[in-house]
């Protein structure tokens, strides 16, 4: 099984680079595992429907329909613990299916084809976060969830 972080780019900072490869290191030792920033083109406010629109093409675009999609959306499913998501991962993990595909929206969010397309929506909390805690925060939760799978003492429950 194949593991795939997709991300918005909204900016760079040194802090979340480096704590995405991290992940991608920890995540990559289990499973073989990629972080790939997806770049809309720079828009003004004014234009976020365009800006919607032009991310999620991209998003669709490099998804398999064979592919478990998962949406980390503010107005997604909030599980009531890390075991809970380590339980829907790990389906996802013991499907027969090649990859998962994992997605953090640019700030403005994703098209509704996008959330249509996705086969599990999970919002990360309910508080308003910036794009890279949010990517960080998810990346943890995919790498603590992969821990709890195969018993490596990591999550004290």
């Not at 909204?10 to 991290?22: I, Y």
């Not at 969830?145 to 004290?156: D, G, L």
Request: aromatic share 8%; proline share 3%; charged share 30%.
């Amino acid at each position: 099984m194949e593991l795939k972080f997709v991300h918005i780019q909204s900016g760079k900072e040194d802090w979340a680079q480096k704590s995405a490869s991290l992940y991608e290191k920890k995540i990559g030792h289990h499973y073989p595992f990629q972080i790939i920033t997806l770049k809309g083109r720079p828009l003004p406010r004014e234009k976020k429907n365009i800006k919607i629109k032009n991310e999620s093409e991209l998003v669709l675009k490099m998804l398999d329909p064979k592919d478990w999609f998962i949406l980390f959306d503010e107005q997604g499913t909030e599980l009531k613990s890390s075991i809970d998501f380590s339980k829907k991962l790990s389906h996802f993990l013991q499907s027969g299916k090649k990859r998962i595909v994992f997605l953090i929206g640019g700030a403005f969010g994703v098209s509704e084809d996008v959330k249509e397309r996705a086969d599990m929506k999970i919002s990360l909390t309910s508080l308003t976060m910036n794009h890279h805690i949010a990517m960080t925060m998810a990346l943890e939760q995919i790498y603590r969830s992969i821990c709890i799978e195969k018993k490596i003492p990591y999550h004290n429950e």
